[in-house]
T-cell receptor
């Protein structure tokens, strides 16, 4: 499972409330990513990080912010959740070695009501 | 603008048959083309990947065919089994530009016994 833990795994929240999803890795990988998955859209990149305090935007970053204060943790925050942010969120890490491979976590199911 | 287009959206195959999923990409800078398999409630898992310097890669019953001039690649699943029933995603990335994966929309495969 590449040592990725996402929390919470399931959450229901109300519109307008802040929400933070956590991704924790145990293997000190430099690159970490947040994707969202919606039917018909595959997975779309929200934000990514290439080191502590080094982050950048992805394809669908509006309404989301991220932080990485430690190598092992990458946080995704929805400052004011909206119904359009109801989705499944996947964290991923990049492993290097014999080839660059991206591994995904088990996902966080978020419902905004 | 969808940079990776995947077809079909859904596919039904009889046990023992060949499943074929196609993808087309637009960005000629992509240099890594993985396929991911996803079971319900799970994160995507890397199945097989190819780089553009080869036209075909085979791992067990799974084969990627790659056509650089046409900017297309496909996944063939030989002797399809009910256990192969899952959603399959093609993706593409640039290895020297953050490795961010751009995904196709996904294909839901059902293999009938």
């Amino acid at each position: 499972d590449a040592g990725i833990t996402q929390s919470p795994r399931h959450k229901v929240t109300e519109t307008g409330t802040p929400v933070t999803l956590r991704c924790h890795q145990t293997e000190n990988h430099r690159y970490m990513y947040w994707y969202r998955q919606d039917p018909g859209h595959g997975l779309r990149l929200i934000h990514y990080s290439y080191g502590v305090k080094d982050t950048d935007k992805g394809e669908v970053s509006d309404g989301y912010s991220v932080s990485r204060s430690k190598t092992e943790d990458f946080l995704l925050t929805l400052e004011s959740a909206t119904s359009s942010q109801t989705s499944v969120y996947f964290c991923a890490i990049l492993t290097t070695g014999f080839g660059n491979t991206i591994y995904f976590g088990e996902g966080s199911w978020l419902t905004v009501v | 603008q969808q940079q990776v287009k995947q077809s079909p959206q859904s596919l039904i195959v009889q046990k023992g048959g060949i499943s074929i999923i196609n993808c087309a990409y637009e960005n000629t800078a992509f240099d890594y083309f993985p396929w991911y398999q996803q079971f319900p409630g799970k994160g995507p898992a890397l199945l097989i990947a190819i780089r553009p310097d080869v036209s075909e890669k085979k791992e067990g019953r799974f084969t990627i065919s790659f056509n650089k001039s046409a900017k297309q690649f496909s996944l063939h699943i030989m002797d399809s089994q009910p256990g192969d029933s899952a959603t399959y995603f093609c993706a593409a990335s640039m290895q020297n530009a953050g490795n961010m994966l751009t995904f196709g929309g996904g294909t839901r495969l059902m293999v009938k016994p």
